[in-house]
């Protein structure tokens, strides 16, 4: 009888004084999930609704289109600027923190955008749907850690990264059905009241051990029990803060700088191409391959279908065979897909079904790569180097929409300006894999489990 009371304030001290052996049961691995992925539902929302309404926005403010794309590339240079907070706050105020933090941000950028009242305030607003965007770091940051020793945590993580076709859809249904109603505006309250409900869920969301032990670990070594620290650091899989290893210094030392250069130029050229080829979907099928406005858009309602399953079968994928080596394949495979769809006869099957196949390759490789980056990083700059890498994306985005732009300026044919601004860099994007590093977790799996 005294072994089971023994045992009890020795487990709640380890809950509840000791945070960092805190054990995460499947109930709160469930619930995590859920939070994140309806967080991340809620942040495609309010960042592709924007996208979604900018015609009436522009109609409504008398812009011109030269004006309305001019207030659009603006705001996603002010993503830019505010996603590179990102990283430093996961790892100073940590995941669930953070987590709520950015849905706060998403929420302003939503409710605010309802009262704009011209370019330069939507501009100003619109800049803070980079905590939007950047939402889905911090679940490749946070479920990386939740998920420790949960089985098929790829897949897992796969179903939380399908909220954006969830997000994208829902952002089109909402709007026809509130658009006459509540006009834009109205529209963009919807979206911010998403966002309160999130945070509510999300306060009863349980911290990451892993930064629990990060934060222990900095306290004993201040406190000069450098042996603690280590002893911890140990059991965690933790490296010890030196001063030297932390935030940006930290992801570019000489044993991390070559990874971090390599998944941050994957990020580049992957954006490219999906502001080519999913973002400017509708144009680049009207005018390089012929396809009918009509029939383009439910092509791109299939897009999004498509997409859902290419998520779920690369977060399984790379499960199996790792999902360094699923990134890699996915994109080149999306690369040759868009090059035979771009080169290829103009017949709507032979379209149809290449640009379902590049768009698969396309998307479905960002829920085996953002689950990859919390992996890849050691804990101590986790958040910092995947927020480094992940901030290179509205930098593609720009990029490849301006690309396009000038190539079509000079003469070159929507077919070729496709090629050079997105599937050249997908094929890019694939081959760039080869510079980041190899997490062999099958074998770290099977010494955890022999260990245990």
Known sequence: MTEPTSRGPAETRSSADEPWNAVITKKQIGYASLVCFIAWVASVYDYTLFGTLLPVIADDFGWSTAKATAVNTWATIGVFVVSLVVGTMLDRFGRKKTLILLVIGGAMSSGLSGIAIGAASMVIIRAFSGFAVSEEVVNAVYLNEIYKKAKGRGFMYSLVQSGWPVGALLAAGMTSLLLPVMGWRGSFFVAACASIIVIVMALKLPESPVF????????????GDAEGAARLAAEHDVEINTGNNQGLKGV???????????????????????QVFAVLGTTVLVEAKGVSFESSLYVLILANAVGFGGYLTHGWLGDRIGRRSTVLMGFLLGGIASLLMLLGPASDGFVYVMYAITLFFLLGPFAAI????????????????????????????????????VLLSLGVTMTWAAILAGS????????????????DLHEQNAFEEAAA
């Open 212 to 223: 629990a032990a990060m934060k222990e670990i900095e306290r004993r070594r201040k406190a």
């Open 252 to 274: 570019f030392t000489p044993e991390l700088r070559c990874h971090t250069i390599s998944l941050s130029l994957v990020w580049l050229f992957s954006w490219m191409a999906i």
């Open 370 to 405: 953002l689950f990859y980056m919390g992996e890849s990083f050691p804990a101590h700059v986790r958040g910092t180097g995947a927020n480094v890498a992940h901030v290179m994306a509205p930098v593609g985005a720009i990029i490849g929409s301006g690309l396009v732009s």
């Open 424 to 439: 050249l860099p997908l094929v890019l994007s694939g081959l760039l894999m080869f510079g980041t590093r190899q997490v």
